[in-house]
């Protein structure tokens, strides 16, 4: 919002230096992004006067002018505009001057033999128009001729300062030269001037839209007046078109100009229609009772007063007149529409629209217009017939009117309730003023401390600033009951909002901290521990930490994703259910950079549906593709991939770690990945993810190496375990002081039989003296059956004292019992 000095100071009364206006102003939320002083366009630039012109001797395109800057000799000026004549008015810039819209620095030089004494300036030139034809002709500026010399700062408006001010959602009032003064006059308690609205426009109630419609529109207000005997070949006043042009806002027509003035100056935009396009467009007559709003169809087309053709979806808001769309409602009308030089009469719309449908229309034609901006932060309900009004009484000033009729329709009326604002609660939040910025007091003392030695702001103090910011309110029992003017309606509702205005206006500096005493620092749970070394771990393990966004495109989601209800862009409209998506495209851009292989893991949260409930779940997800090495020349200078067991020990190794013993069994069913070289993850009996290789088809897809590895694991299940007592709490006992045993046994069994399973058998069977089991061989083939295989394992035995064969036998015995019992295994001799 670029806010001028010169009519922030006609609305309100500025006590302080207009230097500290922009500090004031940041440090009550309302961050000053540049302040710029407008006469440092036109320094050196004065009124001057031409006095004759004569055609340029070595130049047919050329002008040798001389003018009059109120010097004792006129300047010699060579000029190359087609409208320079004698008896006007032009900006001469003087030998010396800087125009900084140009960047350009004004000599005296010869211009094809003919010495030049200055320059005669365009608008563009001095920076009030991109693209301004000619020489700037200034007798249109005022009736009565400053002196030739002045400068032109004063005469072209120039004679300001600008703010430019970021406004914030929460503030939709700052989006006004209004909201602005009234934002001042709190800050500084300066008295408002703010204009007076002589009403000569009387609103009659009307239904515009049908009941089921007003129902879908449940937060609307909607208006339109007939204006007719208008004069649109009429000059925007002087002081109007250059406030415009200062707030970066185009002119276009007086209609236009003085609509776009009351949006600046009361926050309310407005459109005009032609009252005469329109009767074309429908052929006939129109009455208020043909203006309707609707959502349009999907891919219907529309073109907007810029010449645009967009194409529509079914959640873009217009207005029609007739059914036809006559306007992207809050954001641009339609070119059949629009107010020319000749318009006569017009329909003149103020409104109110949902939020949420201006932003989702703006982002689907990609146009963010003055107007939207404002309509997406919020408006505020009385202004709307309030500007309508406003604009109605500046066209009659100018030019006496014919107001035909008014109408409005209100779906939803403005009961301002009050909030209960408790003393006590201001004291708790607030705590007590400081004397010195030294007076800053721990919790304890602040609750020990005697009156006399702290201050709590006083209720004058709070009554003073409630007034200031418009609210009224009842003192009852050290609580006051305060209604919130309407320009605040919006982002007051709650009584933690007047506290925070009431410390916003105090300053927050004046204010003492409340740090706890003593000071003691946070530790972290064992879960967070467990969390953090996983991620050491895993950067120990070769693999490297990437963060990925939590919103991705329906694309990343395949369909199944959950889509947020007012999303800023289609690449972030859903919540992601994965995180394999983003980690694939990061493979490939490392690949494609030369990369030998990507090797990465995240920890993040994805979103799932459950029933009528959307859980955030927090996962362990990663992908390694291709090789990293630092020689090759083991490999004979080629880089060899991992297989699928070197890939799968490198998360192994990673719970090894943790002391977690994870149980791979075959999966099947994802289309993600290779159904033979892919496992579900389990851990103490429950699923708690997936590891395997990338489909083939995927991998193709997305030009990786065909060894590439993926995988993603519930992190919860996985810390919950790492942090139990007997695997967070490492025991310890003395190194064996005798021999171990070792035995193999090859075993056929059916394929389908995983390791795992064996292995699982032998221990419980191998018990008190087994101490390991490892799988050492497993073949397929030669003389076996077809749906037989061989597995070999080692055990190894260990008791207190030296074992014999005697010792193993039996437990041996009792293994493959079990063994044939479980999986009608056979000895493989």
């Not at 000749?342 to 217009?369: C, H, M, Q, Y």
């Not at 939040?429 to 006083?458: F, M, W």
């Not at 950079?593 to 779940?617: D, P, Y």
């Not at 070792?742 to 995983?754: Q, Y």
Request: net charge negative.
């Amino acid at each position: 919002m670029k806010v001028s000095i010169t009519w922030l100071e006609e609305l309100v009364h500025i006590p302080e230096q207009v230097l500290d206006l922009p500090e004031r102003l940041s440090m009550a939320g309302f961050e000053v992004e540049s302040y710029k002083d407008l006469s440092e366009q036109a320094k050196g630039v004065v009124l001057g006067y031409v006095v004759s012109t004569s055609k340029h001797p070595n130049a047919d395109k050329l002008t040798v002018c001389q003018v009059d800057i109120g010097q004792p000799k006129p300047l010699n000026i060579v000029c190359g505009a087609l409208n320079v004549r004698p008896g006007i008015h032009v900006a001469v810039a003087k030998v010396g001057a800087v125009l900084t819209a140009k960047g350009i620095k004004i000599k005296s030089s010869e211009l094809r033999g003919v010495l030049s004494e200055g320059m005669i300036c365009s608008l563009e030139e001095i920076g009030l128009s991109s693209n301004s034809e000619g020489i700037a002709e200034l007798d249109q500026y005022f009736d009565l001729a400053p002196a030739l010399g002045t400068s032109v700062s004063g005469i072209l408006g120039l004679n300001d300062k600008i703010l430019d001010l970021a406004i914030t959602a929460n503030r939709p009032d700052g989006m006004s030269m209004v909201g602005i003064a009234r934002e001042v006059s709190a800050l500084t308690e300066g008295k408002l001037n703010l204009p007076e609205v002589k009403s000569i426009v009387d609103f009659e109630s009307h239904q515009f839209l049908s009941e089921r419609e007003s129902i879908l529109f449940n937060d609307l207000l909607y208006s339109i007046s007939l204006i007719d005997n208008l004069d649109n070949t009429l000059a925007t006043p002087i002081d109007i078109k250059n406030r415009l042009i200062n707030a970066g806002i185009n002119c276009i027509n007086l209609i236009v100009d003085i609509n776009n003035y009351v949006m600046l100056e009361q926050g309310q935009p407005m459109h005009a229609f032609d009252a005469d396009a329109l009767e074309r467009i429908a052929g006939r007559q129109i009455t208020r009772n043909d203006f309707g709003i609707r959502y349009a169809q999907d891919k219907e087309v529309f073109i907007a007063l810029d010449g645009e053709e967009h194409i529509l979806s079914s959640t873009c808001l217009l207005i029609t007149c007739t059914n036809i769309p006559i306007a992207i409602a809050g954001i641009i009308g339609s070119k059949d529409s629009s107010v020319n030089i000749n318009t006569k009469s017009i329909w003149l719309e103020s409104a109110i629209f949902p939020p949420k449908d201006i932003r989702n229309g703006s982002r689907i034609v990609g146009i963010r217009t003055e107007a939207s901006s404002r309509y997406e932060k919020g408006i505020n309900r009385e202004n709307v017939l309030h500007s309508s009004a406003r604009v109605v009484e500046i066209l009659n000033d100018l030019r006496e009117i014919k107001l035909l009729g008014a109408w409005y329709q209100n779906n939803k009326i403005d009961n301002l309730k009050e909030i209960h604002l408790k003393k006590s609660t201001i004291n708790k939040v607030l705590g007590p003023l400081i004397q010195s910025n030294k007076d800053i007091l721990p919790v304890h003392k602040l609750a020990s401390t005697q009156s006399n030695e702290c201050r709590y702001i006083d209720n004058s103090q709070i009554e003073k600033i409630l007034s200031s910011i418009g609210c009224k309110y009842i003192y009852n029992d050290h609580c006051w009951n305060v209604v919130v003017h309407p320009s605040r309606s919006n982002d007051l509702t709650r009584e933690i909002d007047l506290i925070e205005e009431i410390a916003r206006l105090t300053g927050y500096d004046k204010f003492g901290s409340k740090l706890p005493d003593p000071i003691k620092p946070g530790i972290l749970n064992r879960k967070q521990m467990a969390e953090k070394d996983l991620r050491k771990v895993l950067i120990g393990n070769g693999l490297q930490e990437v963060t990925s966004m939590s919103l991705v495109s329906a694309e990343a989601t395949k369909n199944a994703g959950i889509a947020i209800s007012n999303p800023l862009l289609s690449e972030t409209s859903q919540l992601r259910v994965n995180l394999w998506h983003e980690h694939i495209k990061i493979c490939q851009r490392n690949l494609k950079s030369s990369q030998n292989g990507c090797w990465l893991f995240e920890i993040g949260n994805v979103f799932r549906r459950k029933e009528a409930e959307i859980l955030e779940v927090k996962i362990l997800g990663g992908l390694i593709s291709g090789h990293r090495s630092l020689e090759i020349w083991s490999t004979n200078g080629k880089y060899n991939n991992l297989n699928y067991f070197q890939a799968r020990g490198v998360l192994t190794n990673t719970f090894n770690y943790f002391r977690i013993k994870i149980i791979d069994k075959v999966l099947e069913d994802n289309e993600l990945l290779h159904p033979g070289r892919s496992s579900s993850l389990y851990l103490e009996g429950n699923e708690i993810g997936y590891f395997g290789e990338l489909h083939p088809s995927y991998s193709k897809q997305y030009d990786l190496p065909k060894e590439s590895y993926m995988f993603e694991i519930e992190l919860e299940p996985l810390l919950n375990s790492a942090t139990r007592d007997n695997n967070w709490t490492v025991s310890y006992r003395p190194f064996a002081t005798v021999p171990a045993i070792e035995r193999d046994i090859a075993l056929i069994v059916d394929k389908t039989i995983l390791s795992s399973e064996i292995i699982q058998i032998i221990r419980k069977s191998g018990k008190p003296l087994l101490e390991n089991v490892t799988l050492i061989d497993r073949f397929e083939g030669g003389k076996l059956d077809n749906n037989k295989c061989s597995q070999a394992f080692r055990i190894t035995f260990r008791g207190k004292t030296t074992l014999t064969d005697k010792d193993i036998e039996p437990i041996q015995e009792k293994i493959i019992s079990q063994l044939r019992n479980k999986f009608n295994a056979e000895l493989r001799c």
